[in-house]
């Protein structure tokens, strides 16, 4: 059909309102954090997990019991004092953030900051300021290298957690973060015995991989240990044996 001629109805009406929801990559990445409550705690633990460089910025007597536990295990640098504009914001260098997330008990501070951020062009989170936050939080289930994250964009944060909830509930024992992390490594050893980019490379692989995480339950890809990865790769040009057939081969 010509490019022009398509119906409108063809293609689906899109509702708007929404946030773009993205697993945004801070390994080693600066990361800035204003105060040391509860909250900037929670902040922690997600950042933590992504690998990022944590600067908390507060009072010594602000660190809660868990920061002063990470701090001794050197999982986060502290900065002992306030926030200042001027210092823990540097405009350029190695020490600008990446990221800056505000979690202080002083709504008129934390509006300084985020402004200054603002016109830093730093992506700034001020924890339950929606209009001071380029981005939100939402209520996160992990397992290993699985994420999932539940945003209500605003409008409900403890329904989020409630979702989240439901969701970790419907997941129960599965072993997904297990499965999927075997997936990881598998894959990488495909991508080793079909490399190259060409187009019917990564055809080959991407059907290959597809069938197999179709094929095999979470609970058997959980199994995938190197010795069953190098049996399940046997013969790539085949299309993937089921969990039973390498059982039959252990
Ligand atoms: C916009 C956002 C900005 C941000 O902070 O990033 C924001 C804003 C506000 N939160 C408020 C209240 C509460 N927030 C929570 C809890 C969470 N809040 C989180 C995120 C977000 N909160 C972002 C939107 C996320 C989304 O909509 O999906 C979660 C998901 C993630 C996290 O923070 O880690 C975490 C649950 C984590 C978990 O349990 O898994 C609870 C429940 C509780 O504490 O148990 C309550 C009380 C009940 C209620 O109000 O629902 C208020 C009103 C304050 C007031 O009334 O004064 C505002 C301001 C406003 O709405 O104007
Ligand atoms: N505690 C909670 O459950 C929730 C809190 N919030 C909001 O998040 C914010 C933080 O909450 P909490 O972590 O509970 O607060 P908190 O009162 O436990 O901690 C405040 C922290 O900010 C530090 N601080 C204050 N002024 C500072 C400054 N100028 N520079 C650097 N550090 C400074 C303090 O030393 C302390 O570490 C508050 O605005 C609160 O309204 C939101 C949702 C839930």
Redesign the pocket.
């Known amino acids: 059909m010509a490019a022009t001629g398509a119906a409108e109805e063809e293609f689906p009406d899109i509702k708007g309102g929404g946030s773009l929801i993205v697993a945004w990559q801070l390994k080693d990445k600066p990361v800035t954090i204003v105060g040391g409550g509860s909250?900037a705690t929670?902040?922690v633990s997600?950042l933590l997990a992504a690998d990022a460089r944590i600067t908390v910025v507060c009072p010594q007597d602000g660190l809660s019991p868990e920061l002063r536990h990470r701090l001794s295990r050197s999982q986060i640098t502290h900065i002992p004092r306030p926030f200042s504009i001027s210092t823990d914001l540097p405009s350029e260098g190695p020490s600008r953030p990446a990221m800056v997330l505000v979690a202080i008990d002083s709504p008129s501070v934390s509006t300084e900051i985020y402004t200054a951020c603002h016109a830093l062009h730093i992506p700034v989170?001020?924890?339950?300021?929606?209009r001071e936050?380029d981005?939100?939080?939402?209520?996160?289930y992990r397992d290993g290298p699985l994420q999932v994250m539940?945003?209500?964009?605003?409008?409900?944060?403890?329904?989020?957690?409630i979702v989240?909830k439901r969701i970790e509930s419907e997941i129960g024992d599965e072993p997904f973060g297990c499965a999927i992390e075997r997936l990881g490594v598998l894959r990488a050893a495909v991508r080793q015995r079909i490399p190259g980019h060409e187009k019917a490379e990564m055809r080959k692989r991407m059907r290959w991989v597809s069938l197999l995480s179709e094929k095999w339950t979470i609970a058997q890809l959980a199994t995938l240990d190197d010795r069953t990865i190098n049996l399940v790769l046997e013969d790539l040009d085949q299309d993937p044996p089921s969990f039973q057939e390498i059982q039959k081969k252990l």
């Open positions: 909250v929670s902040r997600h989170n001020v924890a339950d300021v929606p936050c981005f939100y939080f939402g209520s996160m539940v945003s209500t964009n605003g409008n409900g944060p403890k329904m989020a957690s989240r």
